[in-house]
């Protein structure tokens, strides 16, 4: 019998060898690429599509052909066909392991934008706090990567300074004087609003008639448009710290309007160097995304329950409004001050601008779910305890509409502030919702020794 020439054999196992190297090094390769390269990229600032992504397949299947074309000429010339690094087990069994978690993934992603549901996260904190950026048109807020947005210490909204604290409030010393006790009251615009704002009405009424005889103090920590996300989030960073005895808790409002993102996909989250670096590779591709959101699945169904791309979203959903209360009263407890959950009031009539501004689909709408927002509020605190001051009760029906201002939810002349006097008299409303937050203070129970 005639000897075979030993080059087809000694070819054929160098080509396989090199083979399975190439393909192993191109499934990582392809996989790198399909999640960290976007299909868009920015070329000297202009979009520029990035076609071959969907073509990253390729090398990996035309090298699996090569190889198993090889292995098919090799075992007709009577030769092992197990040649190459598949001849061991463990890289077998890893290229199948691999494979089987790639391809999932790889056809959940391309499934999840065939349906075009946006699924959005909330961005990580930057390390760039020292640029100053703005928010809106104006230079009256800056962004902020935990709030979203803040005022601006020492500069001055509709006619009224910011102080050093960053609030629109007289200027107040950030540690507390010993025996005195403290209110904040935290809200949103309605809480800012005013020449000067119901906080200061309260900060008088307390300071000369105090309910035990002793020192007190109020002020405000209120920011225009905030939720009461926000709110929460600010009474971590910044409120807790200044030992209040008293936190009054004023928003829905702004809660149920509607923007393109939702508050929780606006508002930062802290995380470790590690886990900064993992939650960024998730958020890259859909898939990930899906698998953040997952870990929350009220935020999810929030998103995802007939959501399309572009759509208007509310910012706070009641079980988040919910929620987010609940913690509020825990977290106010937790350092041994006593919290006052106070309703939103309204006007009778509500104007179409919240319609108009894409903030409600109707009016009627608007209406239903503030008063829903109120009956929030209600139920947290039947369920915790904590004081409810129900200012929507209390200000309900027409002829309470001369308090109002013509959003229907500010008080007095909210649209003229920039232009009136600082310590006008003619504030009714700011005046009245001032006297029922004392009512409310004065029927608490007995404050601890002021901390």
């Not at 000067?196 to 103090?217: F, V």
């Not at 001050?337 to 501004?357: F, G, H, Q, W």
């Not at 509020?377 to 201002?405: N, S, Y």
């Amino acid at each position: 019998m005639p000897t075979q020439s030993p080059f087809p054999t000694t070819f054929l196992a160098r080509l396989i060898k090199v083979t399975d190297g190439l393909f192993l090094m191109s499934l990582l390769v392809m996989a790198f690429c399909w999640w960290e390269v976007n299909s868009v990229v920015m070329v000297f600032g202009h979009p520029v599509p990035v076609r071959w992504r969907d073509t990253l397949f390729l090398p990996p299947v035309l090298l699996l052909i090569v190889r198993v074309v090889a292995a098919s000429v090799s075992e007709a010339l009577d030769r092992d066909a197990r040649l190459g690094l598949f001849r061991c087990r463990g890289v077998a069994r890893g290229v199948m392991i691999f494979v089987s978690i790639m391809a999932p993934i790889m056809l959940a992603d391309a499934l999840l934008k065939r349906t075009k549901i946006d699924i959005h996260v909330a961005p990580i904190v930057l390390d760039n706090r020292g640029e100053k950026e703005y928010f809106g048109r104006t230079k009256e807020m800056l962004k902020d990567p935990d709030l979203v947005w803040t005022f601006i210490p020492g500069s001055s909204v509709y006619g009224r300074p910011i102080n050093r604290l960053g609030f629109r409030d007289r200027e107040v010393e950030a540690v507390k004087a010993p025996g005195v006790r403290r209110v904040i009251c935290l809200g949103d615009s309605v809480t800012a609003q005013g020449q000067p704002g119901y906080s200061q009405y309260l900060h008088e009424l307390l300071t000369n008639a105090p309910p035990d005889g002793g020192q007190w103090e109020a002020f405000n920590m209120g920011v225009y448009g905030y939720t009461a996300m926000q709110g929460l989030r600010l009474f971590q960073l910044r409120v807790r710290e200044l030992k209040p005895d008293v936190v009054t808790v004023s928003y829905g409002r702004n809660d149920h309007t509607y923007l393109e993102n939702a508050d929780r996909e606006r508002m930062a989250v802290n995380l470790s160097p590690f886990a900064k670096r993992v939650y960024s590779v998730l958020t890259r591709r859909t898939v990930g995304r899906l698998v953040l959101c997952l870990m929350d699945r009220q935020h999810l169904w929030a998103q995802t329950k007939g959501r399309k791309a572009g759509e208007r979203v509310v910012r706070v959903t009641p079980e988040e409004y919910r929620n987010t209360l609940c913690e509020f009263v825990k977290e106010i407890r937790a350092i041994g001050a006593l919290p006052i959950l106070m309703t939103a009031p309204r006007c009778s009539k509500v104007p179409e601008d919240y319609v108009n501004n894409n903030q409600a689909h109707s009016t009627d709408e608007y209406k239903r779910d503030h008063d829903r927002y109120c009956e929030i509020v209600r139920e947290v605190c039947r369920e915790t305890g904590a004081t409810l001051l129900d200012m929507q009760k209390i200000m309900t029906g027409p002829e309470w509409d001369t308090h109002f201002a013509h959003d229907a939810i500010h008080f007095d002349f909210y649209e003229r502030e920039g232009h009136m006097t600082c310590g006008s008299e003619n504030q009714p409303g700011l005046r009245y919702f001032a006297r029922q937050v004392y009512a409310a203070i004065k029927q608490l129970p007995p404050l601890t020794s002021s901390k």
